[in-house]
């Protein structure tokens, strides 16, 4: 492999450095694509863990049952080929595909899909909070080698839209390098045991995972023969600058997690390839409230904070990178409504609210709390302690690393007032994000606001066992007025869609269902 450098351009040298012609490698005669991502691959295996960047690596080397594609989002067979559903959406029967295989040669059948769900429900991480509450490992059952059968224990009609995150892992290969009753994990940290188009062929843990194409892929390549990549090389690129200046010399082919400013000075530099969808993410951004706090307990002051904040800096933040939140859904969610009267700016109604709150001349020190690093937070942070200067509120601005944060708003007694926090809906369907809003999901990183609205989860549990959309509708249509009028946070904004490339990259597809960027691997491909 041809050596890189290993000290990349500070940013201002971007525009001026002279590009390289490609990043991409050859191996016998196979192009290799190289990726720089911002955070490593910490775990593989589908069942203990998942991110942008772990998914990133599962999704091209595991399978599952159905797969999201596109824009719009159309939920696709892959392991399944059909499958049907009993009137109460309790029973769901899937056909698999017979050409489907393991990457040792073992098939992925009934009785393996079957081990996979398991072993993922039995050790209770990663995906399994999905089905929890609705499918017992006993319920899973093989008709024949080609088909199975899920039995929920009540209905769930979100059920079909989330079987994409659970990939099927041969668990036979799996148990074969268990350690101390693990069900492999530990192997599968930095091993895989999938039936996905590449397969790892080595690991430098935090800075490097290369891929390998398989010839053998049962599902065959949407690419020509002459333009299939050999194997894919995720590089861990910490910085931005640094990512950015290795794409602009062409010593990566994608890169991820660039900021604003990042993609604008990109979109200058020859041979870089800016891709952009305005605000069709399923990702939001919120400034969550601990509503169990001391202070943002109380209703009216959430309302102040709400329309004393600058809507419109935080645009400017993004350099109009993305677009206002008008729902707690986002707007690729199916049943999204505009709802009306979201707060906006507006000093009045903040003094107003502000005098029927316990606080009626602020005087009160507000802690917010955001990931160390992330300028942007930085920046939402000093923004808000400049709109609230007028209330009489400061604002002590506290920076600790994501682990640290999640571990604070895991409780309502140690949640900040104030918590800064991007999240991402796992489905087109609006159970996901609905439940964000429930007591079900306190403790959890989107769900630090610890909103306690018992009318609201009965509309939430309630819709999410009908079975006909019909009559779903109208419920989610209320949740999302309903969520709004508790405040349980400053709705932000849904940030664009963005992709950094060379140009010659071709295949990747974006779609808003993942998370910012992750990439699917499969389709792409060097298109000279």
């Known amino acids: 492999m041809r050596h890189r450098l290993s000290n990349f351009l500070l940013a201002a040298a971007i525009a001026c450095a002279p590009l390289a ?5 050859t191996a016998n005669g196979k192009r290799i694509l190289v990726i720089g991502g911002q955070q490593a691959v910490s775990v593989m295996d589908p069942a203990q863990k998942y991110d942008f960047s772990i998914r990133t690596i599962q999704q091209a080397t595991y399978d599952a049952l159905l797969k999201y594609e596109g824009d719009p989002v159309e939920l696709k067979p892959w392991l399944a080929t059909s499958w049907t559903v009993n009137d109460d959406a309790t029973v769901w029967t899937f ?5 489907a295989k393991f990457q040792n040669g073992d098939p992925v059948d009934a009785a393996a899909v079957k081990a996979s769900f398991e072993r993922t429900l039995k050790l209770n991480k990663g995906p399994a909070w999905m089905y929890t509450d609705f499918l017992k490992p006993e319920n899973i059952s093989v008709e024949d080698p080609q088909t199975l059968r899920f039995t929920l224990s009540r209905p769930y009609a979100a059920f079909l839209s989330l079987l994409p995150w659970w990939y099927v892992v041969n668990v036979k290969q799996a148990m074969a390098n ?3 009753g693990d069900y492999g994990q530990q192997w599968l940290t930095d091993h895989t045991a999938g039936s996905g188009p590449y397969r790892v062929k080595r690991v430098e843990p935090n800075s490097l995972y290369e891929l390998e194409a398989w010839d053998g ?3 065959g390549w949407p690419q020509p023969e002459k333009a299939r990549l050999g194997g894919i ?3 861990v690129i910490t910085e931005n600058s640094s990512r950015r200046a290795a794409l602009a010399r062409g010593e990566i082919d994608i890169a991820g997690s660039l900021s604003p400013e990042d993609l604008d000075q990109l979109e200058s530099v020859k041979g870089v390839k800016i891709g952009r969808k305005a605000g069709t993410g399923m990702g939001g951004f919120g400034l969550k409230f601990n509503t169990q706090g001391k202070y943002m307990s109380d209703l009216n002051l959430r309302r102040a904070l709400a329309y004393a904040f600058d809507y419109d800096s935080l645009l400017k933040i993004y350099n109009g990178r993305a677009r206002l939140m008008d729902s707690p859904f986002p707007p690729s969610v199916k049943g999204h409504v505009a709802v009306p009267d ?7 109604k903040a003094r107003a609210y502000l005098a029927k709150s316990k606080w009626p001349q602020g005087g009160i020190e507000l802690e917010y709390v955001y990931v160390q ?3 942007e937070e930085r920046q939402m942070g000093l923004l808000l302690i400049d709109n609230l200067k007028p209330l009489n509120i400061t604002i002590r601005m506290v920076p600790l690393t994501w682990p640290n944060m999640v571990a604070r708003g895991a409780k309502a007694e140690t949640s900040p007032d104030i918590f800064a926090s991007f999240s991402t809906t796992m489905s087109i369907d609006p159970d996901p994000v609905a439940y ?3 007591k079900g999901s306190w403790g959890q990183y989107y769900a630090t606001h610890f909103l306690d609205d018992p009318e609201l989860f009965s509309l939430i549990d309630r819709a999410r066992t009908l079975p006909a959309w019909s009559d779903r509708q109208p419920l989610y249509e209320e949740i999302q007025r309903r969520i709004v009028a508790d405040q349980p946070e400053i709705f932000g904004m849904i940030r664009d869609r963005n992709t950094a490339t060379r140009d010659y990259v071709q295949g990747l597809v974006d779609s808003p269902i993942r998370m910012a960027s992750e990439f699917d691997l499969y389709p792409l491909y060097i298109g000279r």
């Open 95 to 99: 056909k698999l595909d017979p050409r």
């Open 21 to 25: 012609s490609h990043a991409f490698e």
């Open 436 to 438: 964000m809003y429930h």
């Open 233 to 235: 090389i995720y590089r």
């Open 217 to 219: 892929y049962w599902k």
């Open 373 to 375: 690093g992330l300028e």
């Open 178 to 180: 268990e350690h101390n």
């Open 342 to 348: 979201m707060p906006r700016r507006d000093m009045d």
